[in-house]
């Protein structure tokens, strides 16, 4: 099992620009989230997924759009990159409510200039 | 308005001395909390649990305690390893919310030194 997965590992992009990353897993968890870690300010909900064709906003939402046409795979957009949005991106997905089985991919660094 | 919090940025200790990571919390409806333990350049890794019906969670070398009437949970590493120097998360969830979303604290770097 590879588990969560995100493409690309790193990007920069221009302020206007538009992008998407795709989280991928393969252990047929319902539950998946996308969150930002910025220096102190630890990792913070941006959007989440209690299953597939469901999406709902996290803490720090606006600016981004997602969807989970598949089951496996949760999608964040940027459809206009501002500098703010300059972090590491962190999927994580589990088998339901229960966080103790929320498992993180590797994380996603996005430069915008 | 941060729910939960860690005020230490950073923490230093000694390798086979103990280490004490410290976490605060707000919201009375958390029910569930979580340490997550991250290296650089990968993604957050769980390390232990604790409900809120416990006050006292241990796993190996790793005990967490709850007291909920302080809203304040700590971690403690004995006896602490080189291995062990990475960023730690709190975490905490409320199971009432059905959605498994966890509300992060802001990190603690240790570093444990030969």
């Known amino acids: 099992n590879a588990g969560v997965t995100q493409t690309p590992k790193f990007r920069v992009l221009k302020t206007g620009q538009s992008m998407t990353l795709l989280c991928a897993q393969d252990?047929?968890?319902?539950?998946m989230y996308w969150y930002r870690q910025d220096p102190g300010m630890g990792l913070r909900l941006i959007h989440y997924?209690?299953?597939?064709?469901?999406?709902a906003k996290g803490e720090v939402p606006d600016g981004y759009n997602v969807s989970r046409l598949k089951k496996q795979n949760f999608l964040l957009g940027l459809e206009s990159a501002a500098p703010s949005q300059t972090s590491v991106y962190f999927c994580a997905s589990s088998l339901g409510v229960w966080v103790d089985t929320q498992y993180f991919g590797p994380g996603t660094r996005l430069t915008v200039l | 308005d941060q729910q939960v919090k860690q005020n230490s940025p950073s923490l230093s200790v000694q390798e086979g001395r103990i280490s004490i990571l410290n976490c605060d919390y707000t919201?009375?409806?958390?029910?569930?909390f979580l340490w997550y333990k991250k290296y650089p350049a990968e993604g957050p890794t769980f390390l232990i649990s604790?409900?809120?019906?416990?006050d006292k969670n241990e796993d190996g070398r790793f005990t967490v305690f709850l007291n909920k009437s302080a809203k304040h949970l700590s971690l403690h590493i004995v006896p602490s390893q080189p291995g062990d120097s990475a960023v730690y998360f709190c975490a905490a969830s409320s199971y009432s919310s059905n959605t498994g979303k966890l509300i992060f604290g802001q990190g603690t770097t240790l570093q444990v030194k030969p």
């Open positions: 604790i409900s809120s019906i416990k």
């Open positions: 997924s209690v299953g597939e064709g469901t999406t």
């Open positions: 919201n009375s409806m958390f029910d569930y």
């Open positions: 252990m047929n968890h319902e539950y």
